[in-house]
Protein backbone atom coordinates (compact mmCIF):
# COMPACT_ATOMS: atom_id res chain seq x y z
CA UNK A 1 0.00 0.00 0.00
CA UNK A 2 1.16 3.37 -0.74
CA UNK A 3 -0.17 6.78 0.35
CA UNK A 4 0.72 9.97 -1.17
CA UNK A 5 -0.19 13.27 0.85
CA UNK A 6 -0.44 16.65 -0.86
CA UNK A 7 -1.75 20.22 -0.40
CA UNK A 8 0.34 21.61 2.13
CA UNK A 9 1.86 25.03 1.15
CA UNK A 10 2.70 28.41 2.82
CA UNK A 11 -0.75 30.31 4.51
CA UNK A 12 -1.16 33.74 6.54
CA UNK A 13 -2.77 33.01 9.68
CA UNK A 14 -6.62 32.56 9.37
CA UNK A 15 -6.02 31.45 5.88
CA UNK A 16 -7.49 27.66 4.72
CA UNK A 17 -5.70 24.80 3.17
CA UNK A 18 -6.71 21.25 2.13
CA UNK A 19 -4.69 18.24 2.18
CA UNK A 20 -5.03 15.25 0.37
CA UNK A 21 -4.19 11.58 1.04
CA UNK A 22 -4.37 9.16 -2.15
CA UNK A 23 -3.75 4.93 -1.39
CA UNK A 24 -2.96 2.97 -4.15
CA UNK A 25 -1.67 -0.51 -4.21
CA UNK A 26 -3.27 -3.55 -2.37
CA UNK A 27 -5.92 -1.22 -0.72
CA UNK A 28 -8.35 -4.10 -0.33
CA UNK A 29 -10.30 -4.00 2.44
CA UNK A 30 -10.95 -1.61 5.14
CA UNK A 31 -9.12 0.50 7.02
CA UNK A 32 -8.64 3.91 9.52
CA UNK A 33 -6.98 6.61 8.30
CA UNK A 34 -5.36 8.99 10.59
CA UNK A 35 -3.30 12.46 10.01
CA UNK A 36 -0.76 12.81 12.04
CA UNK A 37 2.18 16.02 12.28
CA UNK A 38 5.73 16.56 13.45
CA UNK A 39 7.06 20.19 14.05
CA UNK A 40 10.84 20.52 14.27
CA UNK A 41 11.65 19.60 17.55
CA UNK A 42 8.61 17.97 18.46
CA UNK A 43 7.51 14.21 18.20
CA UNK A 44 4.95 13.02 15.95
CA UNK A 45 1.50 13.72 17.41
CA UNK A 46 -2.04 12.94 16.41
CA UNK A 47 -4.30 15.41 14.34
CA UNK A 48 -7.47 13.46 13.33
CA UNK A 49 -8.66 10.39 12.85
CA UNK A 50 -11.48 8.49 10.28
CA UNK A 51 -13.17 5.21 10.31
CA UNK A 52 -13.55 3.27 7.32
CA UNK A 53 -17.43 4.15 7.78
CA UNK A 54 -16.64 7.65 7.89
CA UNK A 55 -18.44 8.51 10.91
CA UNK A 56 -17.36 8.51 14.72
CA UNK A 57 -14.57 11.03 13.94
CA UNK A 58 -11.56 12.37 16.15
CA UNK A 59 -9.62 15.01 16.43
CA UNK A 60 -7.14 16.17 18.85
CA UNK A 61 -8.55 19.26 20.94
CA UNK A 62 -5.34 21.85 19.16
CA UNK A 63 -7.46 21.61 16.18
CA UNK A 64 -11.18 20.61 16.67
CA UNK A 65 -13.80 22.75 15.33
CA UNK A 66 -11.26 24.36 12.52
CA UNK A 67 -10.29 21.07 10.96
CA UNK A 68 -12.29 18.42 9.16
CA UNK A 69 -11.68 15.39 7.93
CA UNK A 70 -13.07 13.24 5.63
CA UNK A 71 -13.13 10.16 2.74
CA UNK A 72 -13.84 9.04 -0.47
CA UNK A 73 -13.79 5.37 -0.10
CA UNK A 74 -14.31 5.11 -4.21
CA UNK A 75 -11.64 7.74 -4.85
CA UNK A 76 -9.62 5.77 -1.85
CA UNK A 77 -8.44 9.22 -0.74
CA UNK A 78 -9.20 10.86 2.70
CA UNK A 79 -8.81 14.73 3.17
CA UNK A 80 -8.49 17.18 5.46
CA UNK A 81 -9.63 20.61 4.94
CA UNK A 82 -7.42 23.44 7.45
CA UNK A 83 -9.58 26.36 8.51
CA UNK A 84 -8.42 29.01 10.59
CA UNK A 85 -5.01 28.05 10.45
CA UNK A 86 -2.77 29.19 13.43
CA UNK A 87 1.62 29.23 12.95
CA UNK A 88 1.35 26.87 15.58
CA UNK A 89 -0.25 24.45 12.98
CA UNK A 90 2.97 24.73 11.21
CA UNK A 91 4.43 21.08 10.67
CA UNK A 92 5.19 18.59 8.02
CA UNK A 93 2.14 16.33 7.84
CA UNK A 94 1.32 13.02 7.23
CA UNK A 95 -1.34 10.67 6.54
CA UNK A 96 -1.60 7.31 7.60
CA UNK A 97 -3.54 3.75 6.99
CA UNK A 98 -4.39 1.40 9.64
CA UNK A 99 -5.77 -1.99 8.30
CA UNK A 100 -6.10 -3.92 11.62
CA UNK A 101 -9.41 -1.82 12.49
CA UNK A 102 -11.96 -0.33 10.24
CA UNK A 103 -14.23 1.42 13.07
CA UNK A 104 -12.00 2.39 15.82
CA UNK A 105 -9.47 5.53 15.49
CA UNK A 106 -6.55 5.06 17.31
CA UNK A 107 -4.21 7.75 17.99
CA UNK A 108 -0.74 6.01 18.61
CA UNK A 109 1.35 6.58 15.65
CA UNK A 110 3.00 2.85 16.29
CA UNK A 111 -0.88 1.43 14.84
CA UNK A 112 -0.21 2.76 11.84
CA UNK A 113 1.17 0.49 9.45
CA UNK A 114 1.45 2.20 6.38
CA UNK A 115 2.36 6.20 6.17
CA UNK A 116 2.45 8.68 3.40
CA UNK A 117 5.87 10.86 3.13
CA UNK A 118 4.73 14.20 4.18
CA UNK A 119 3.74 17.61 3.04
CA UNK A 120 4.90 20.50 4.65
CA UNK A 121 2.20 23.23 5.77
CA UNK A 122 4.07 26.61 6.90
CA UNK A 123 1.52 29.05 8.61
CA UNK A 124 2.86 32.96 8.54
CA UNK A 125 1.92 35.56 11.46
Known amino acids: VQLQASGGGLVQAGGSLRLACAAS????????VGWFRQAPGNEREFVAGIPWSGIRLEYADSVNGRFTISRDNAKNTVYLQMNSLKPEDTAVYYCAADFSRNTVVTRRPRAYEYWGQGTLVTVSS
Open 25 to 32: GRTVGTYV
